[in-house]
């Protein structure tokens, strides 16, 4: 079974650091594009970033370029999200999705995001 | 303000038909890039309903199908079930942004 398994909720004071994971398994992880998505309590779902595990080329949206850092470590099978200085805004819920797609030879904007992990809950607070 | 829109919600009678609609532009949709929809109910992770426009991943009821027309895509969930409460997502890619883009989520009752 494909399987995103993340790291558990984070309690932090503003101006931490932090770095959360998401842990592939039942399929060759370093292969397939790992996505960050946000979304913000009671709000929609935000894409941030993506990133392919055995290169670790990253590729950021425009609105968090500069503010999370996306990183893997393919020996463990392991994608991460951390930030430098949390601020009270990047409390939200933080899922992580494997890029999918139907043919090694789709365009990477064909991808949808199957399977998703459980998420973490990352709650910025004094 | 998200890139696609949808309506903020929707409801029907348990058996009735529903329709959710995503609209976008000519950078995502418009541009010919697939849609796909999720589902999240309420305290989960969202899940894939429908790729690629039409398509149902196994264990998908065929009571949900998806389509596309110009800039806009639907989602008709048909027979409606208190189980299908949810917020409802659609997804494409932009070209202008270079990364994809959700819809703000419809959520669904069932009355």
């Known amino acids: 079974e494909v399987q995103l398994v993340q790291s558990g909720a984070e309690v932090k004071k503003p101006g931490e650091s932090l770095k959360i994971s998401c842990k592939g398994s039942?399929?060759?992880?370093?292969?397939?594009?790992i996505v960050w998505v946000r979304q913000m309590p009671g709000k929609g779902l935000e894409w941030m970033g993506s990133?392919?595990?055995?290169?670790?080329?990253?590729r950021y949206s425009p609105s968090f370029q500069g503010q999370v850092t996306m990183s893997a470590d393919k020996s463990v099978s392991t994608a991460y999200l951390q930030w430098s200085s949390l601020k009270a805004s990047d409390t939200a819920m933080y899922y992580c999705?494997?890029?999918?797609?139907?043919?090694?030879?789709?365009?990477?904007?064909?991808?949808?995001?199957?399977?998703w992990g459980q998420g973490t809950q990352v709650t910025v607070s004094s | 303000q998200s890139v696609l829109t949808q309506p903020p919600s929707v409801s029907g009678a348990p058996g009735q038909r529903v329709t959710i609609s995503c609209t976008g532009s000519?950078?995502?949709?418009?541009?010919?890039?697939?849609v796909h929809w999720y589902q999240q109910l309420p305290g989960t992770a969202p899940k894939l309903l429908i790729y690629?426009?039409?398509n149902r991943p196994s264990g998908v009821p065929d009571r949900f199908s998806g389509s596309k027309s110009g800039s806009s895509a639907s989602l008709a969930i048909s027979g409606l079930q208190a189980e299908d409460e949810a917020n409802y997502y659609c997804?494409?890619?932009?070209?202008?942004?270079?990364?994809?883009?959700f819809g703000g989520g419809t959520k669904l009752t069932a009355l």
């Open positions: 999705a494997r890029l999918s797609c139907s043919s090694p030879t789709c365009s990477l904007p064909t991808h949808w995001f199957d399977p």
């Open positions: 000519s950078s995502n949709i418009g541009a010919g890039y697939d």
């Open positions: 990133i392919y595990p055995d290169n670790s080329n990253t």
């Open positions: 039942g399929y060759s992880f370093f292969g397939y594009w």
């Open positions: 690629g426009v039409t």
């Open positions: 997804q494409s890619y932009d070209s202008s942004l270079s990364g994809w883009v």
